[in-house]
């Protein structure tokens, strides 16, 4: 199996039933949808395996009947003609990324910066993750990559699978520096990888070792579930891009991220 199409399954087999709950075909395409999240990333098209990109244009209807923006991901830019004449503006340039997760958990952590396993139990952690997910994720940055997402349905779809996400299928961490809540991450378990998503650090706590300690321990749990090899995706050329890859992650394929607003769809 071409490795684009391999780690993508991977990832839609990690967010499937946290942040996605509508995955299905449609002319022999397929087609992912969150009832929750608006943005992109989380409703789109896949055109990993397709040479018709006529096909994923047709299928406009069914963004319009969600009241949603149509998404269609692509690996090539061989499309990228037909998309613009047909409305689609090219929106994002990601990278997937993976590393051997032994080499991960090895990285260096500064004694001041401490990883805590969310406690589900309290309402004061999961209020708390969330509070530090906003703020790392909206901070108004023009570094963040996502700072123009979706943060009220994804915050919604977050707190669903804070409280509700098996052990087996996500873990949820979040990080303190001189006892300080500075940062929130996760690690979703999938077939063969375990995804590193969502890794968050508030702007006053940035650039202090906060982001290594966190990427280490999801490397040093995934080991201990028995998974050899790490993933992620972020924007190519994007802060979490070089981080990542001066920390042994490589970019194993690119992808396009293409959307045409909902009012413009036939």
Request: proline share 3%.
């Amino acid at each position: 199996m071409d490795i684009a199409v391999e780690l993508l399954n991977e990832f839609i087999i990690q967010v499937d039933s946290l942040y996605v709950d509508d995955i299905f075909e449609k002319e022999g395409l397929r087609i992912v949808l969150s009832s929750t999240i608006s943005d992109p990333w989380w409703n789109f098209v896949d055109c990993s395996t397709t040479t018709e990109i006529h096909k994923a244009i047709d299928l406009e209807s069914v963004f319009k009947e969600r009241k949603l923006d149509a998404c269609i991901v692509c690996f090539s830019n061989k499309f990228d003609d037909q998309l613009k004449s047909a409305g689609f503006t090219k929106v994002s340039h990601d990278s997937w990324l993976t590393a051997a997760a032994d080499r991960a958990a090895d990285i260096p952590v500064k004694a001041e910066v401490e990883i805590k396993k969310l406690d589900k139990q309290s309402t004061t952690d999961v209020e708390l993750f969330l509070d530090l997910n906003r703020q790392g994720f909206d901070s108004g940055d023009a570094e963040d990559p996502y700072s123009d997402a979706d943060h009220e349905g994804f915050t919604a779809a977050l707190r669903d699978a804070l409280l509700n996400a098996p052990s087996n299928q996500a873990q949820f961490f979040i990080a303190y520096l001189n006892d300080q809540p500075a940062g929130v991450s996760q690690v979703l378990f999938g077939e063969s990888t375990a995804g590193l998503y969502g890794g968050a650090v508030v702007p006053e706590f940035r650039n202090q070792g906060v982001g290594k300690a966190m990427l280490a321990k999801r490397a040093e749990t995934a080991l201990n579930r028995g998974y050899s090899k790490l993933l992620l995706q972020t924007e190519v050329g994007a802060l979490p891009y070089k981080i990542f890859t001066a920390n042994g992650f490589v970019p194993q394929f690119e992808l396009d991220i293409w959307t045409k607003p909902v009012a413009e769809l036939s």
